[in-house]
């Protein structure tokens, strides 16, 4: 095995998995699916002093410091926990049940909405408990009830029941809680080098907000968003890094 001090051809094309925690829990990093994109944007502001001694001008001193540490991302799974982590939301998970009998008010002509979604086995009643067809009368949607406007049995504002059964279900309440911070490791494998295995820690990482959420689209979505990458304080000693970490594996001689 070559010293990974000397090497010097390293061509880099690297894949692999990503993993979160909440910053200080006390459980395993959990996987986030598939990120499309990651890159960090390292943003730094310099301080020059020109050279007046002389004639053309130039440099005389300089300093340059970091302003900020912004990991990019798009993920291609948009599944319940990246969601909420990015829109800064409040999960309620309902478990599968029935409703029976529960009290509804049925208009003529239009969408009648229900609290859970995609329900089956649904029953639906008007004033005197006469079960009303669905046929010529309603469609059951994954987002309610759709009262056609020809229906004979909802001609006005009618009050009924409805019973049916729906699956498990979860609701992201959007913007109704604060950012996250998280623990962040990747496992990456360049494929420029055999899959030579490089981990990268990131150590302090709050959760930005999506910078769009696609509601109608034809096309596969991705989220994408920014964590900003913090200082960790309490890494402290000489040759400490406060922000990530890189580790790489060395290339076996040919």
């Known amino acids: 095995m070559a010293s990974i001090s000397k090497e010097i051809y390293r061509p880099s094309a690297v894949v692999g998995k990503w993993y979160a925690r909440v910053r200080g829990a006390k459980m395993p990093f959990a996987e986030v699916g598939n990120w499309t994109q990651a890159e960090l944007d390292i943003k730094t502001k310099e301080d020059k002093l020109p050279d007046m001694t002389v004639l053309g001008g130039g440099t005389h001193s300089k300093i340059e410091r970091v302003e900020g540490i912004t990991l990019k991302v798009k ?54 408990d006469t079960v009303i067809a669905a046929a010529g009368n309603y469609e059951v949607r994954p987002e309610g009830i759709y009262v056609l406007p020809g229906s004979t049995a909802i001609t006005a504002e009618t009050a009924g029941k409805v019973s049916y059964s729906y699956g498990e279900q979860a609701t992201i309440e959007a913007l109704a809680s604060a950012a996250v911070e998280l623990e962040l490791r990747f ?29 109608l689209s034809s096309k596969l979505d991705e989220l994408e968003f920014d964590c900003e990458i ?10 400490k890094s406060r922000f990530f970490a890189k580790h790489m594996a060395a290339v076996a001689a040919a």
């Open 187 to 215: 496992g990456g494998m360049n494929e420029a080098l055999s899959g030579t295995p490089e981990v990268l820690d990131i150590f302090r990482a709050e959760a930005g907000l999506a910078k769009k959420l696609a509601v």
């Open 75 to 128: 993920t291609a799974d948009l599944n319940l926990t990246t969601l909420a982590r990015h829109l800064r939301g409040v999960i309620d998970v309902k478990a599968a049940g029935t409703v029976t009998d529960q009290a509804i008010t049925l208009y003529p002509g239009g969408l009648i909405p229900l609290p859970h979604i995609g329900v089956t086995a649904l029953t639906l009643k008007g004033a005197t």
């Open 230 to 239: 913090l200082s960790d304080t309490t890494r402290t000693g000489v040759g």
